[in-house]
């Protein structure tokens, strides 16, 4: 039997999310034998670093010297004498190049994963706004000229269905999944108890792109009022972004300087998630988030706004706690809950990470993309598939 053969289009300037989400899949399909993958990448960097790596054929041309004119002619010229059966594409402007290229490459299959809507996307109607109107042009293209959208979670699904007209048909939900960590001896929470004798301080954390859909000046806000409840505490954000600046000096201003820590982006985060003893999301909207999958994965437990996916991974209580709006004092409400009793981290933690075990491993991620590239594959050629959900 002739495998399918896969073209992966993506950005690869970052080490975030999506990029995540993207090695995780490959590296799983990567040992399935009837799939050939051939990863294309638009930036040098970390993962088209590790694909090659990991033995995966992965190609890069670079934007930065070269107009999306120039980038369409050198894939069209290296991917010729290729046959290409499904095209898979990931954000804006490799949706923009999977058109042209699906079309002189004859790839009947168009596949384009929505990882996270921005602001613009969220609140549509503003129609001045350039970035909204990236966003409509985006959608539309989607919607008139691809063959499946998959969204990484059923909220995701509902907004760009309610917001943007999206064909429901066409609209598949599949989960983000990662790989399970080892277990080791740090998997264990830290000991560490405020208000009791310890060298030890309680350790917050966060970890993404300083930008504002991150909400991350909610997080100084919630932990400048932690602080008035307990000094044996300290707080991190690991990632970087434009909002770098103002976020230290926000720092400044609410009096925290000196327990908070800006830290860098790191390729391998698990460490940074078995140091804390509670992981606090702040973000104004998420799909399926990675960094909640992973501090959950490693038994931390989280407290997070109930937005986006984050309550399809979440049941309030047991694996972690949710907040509903954005108050500070709700989310200092939830997390002094958690400093104050070493035993309901524990049960949490552990809860959080049967959880991730059970429903968004990656390779449970790559069985269902799996089965979508060999259903949209046999579907007849009007396209009106029966819309694929994955759970």
């Not at 384009?112 to 706004?129: C, I, M, W």
């Not at 594959?377 to 819309?387: D, P, V």
Request: proline fraction near 6%; charge should be positive.
């Amino acid at each position: 039997m002739t495998p399918l053969s896969v073209l992966y289009l993506f950005s690869g300037d970052l080490w975030a999310g999506a990029e995540v989400m993207l090695f995780n899949l490959l590296s799983s399909l990567k040992e399935d034998d009837s799939l050939r993958i051939i990863a294309l990448s638009l930036n040098e960097g970390v993962l088209a670093g590790r694909l090659r790596n990991a033995g995966i054929e992965t190609h890069v041309i670079p934007e930065d010297c070269n107009s999306m004119l120039k980038i369409y002619g050198k894939a069209l010229s290296l991917l010729k004498t290729k046959r290409i059966d499904i095209i898979h594409s990931h954000r804006y402007k490799e949706n923009l190049l999977a058109l042209p290229l699906g079309k002189s490459l004859g790839v009947k299959q168009m596949i384009s994963t929505v990882h996270g809507l921005s602001e613009s996307a969220l609140h549509p109607l503003d129609k001045r706004n350039p970035a909204s109107l990236k966003a409509r042009l985006n959608y539309y293209i989607l919607n008139k000229f691809f063959t499946r959208i998959v969204a990484v979670s059923q909220d995701m699904r509902t907004l760009l269905i309610r917001n943007y007209k999206l064909a429901p048909h066409k609209l598949d939900v599949i989960y983000n999944g990662i790989p399970i960590p080892e277990t080791d001896r740090h998997t264990a929470p830290p000991s560490g108890n405020p208000g009791r004798t310890s060298s030890r301080s309680f350790h917050i954390g966060t970890v993404g792109r300083l930008a504002p859909v991150k909400g991350f000046d909610l997080f100084l806000n919630v932990a400048a009022g932690i602080r008035k409840h307990t000094g044996n505490v300290r707080f991190s954000i690991l990632g970087d972004g434009p909002l770098s600046g103002h976020l230290i000096k926000r720092a400044g201003e609410l009096g925290i300087k000196d327990c908070i820590e800006f830290l860098p982006p790191r390729h391998d985060p698990l460490p940074y998630y078995r140091s804390l003893d509670l992981y606090l999301s702040t973000s104004v909207h998420e799909g399926i988030p990675m960094s909640i999958l992973e501090a959950m994965a490693c038994k931390r437990p989280v407290v997070a706004p109930n937005v986006g996916g984050i309550p399809e991974i979440i049941l309030h209580g047991k694996h972690g706690f949710l907040v509903d709006g954005r108050r500070p004092e709700d989310f200092i409400s939830s997390c002094m809950e958690l400093v104050r009793s070493g035993r309901l981290r524990t049960k949490v933690g552990d809860n959080a990470s049967k959880r991730i075990a059970s429903s968004f491993i990656s390779s449970k991620t790559a069985q269902s993309y799996r089965k979508l590239y060999a259903q949209s594959c046999t579907e007849n050629q009007t396209g009106q598939g029966a819309f694929f959900q994955a759970v």
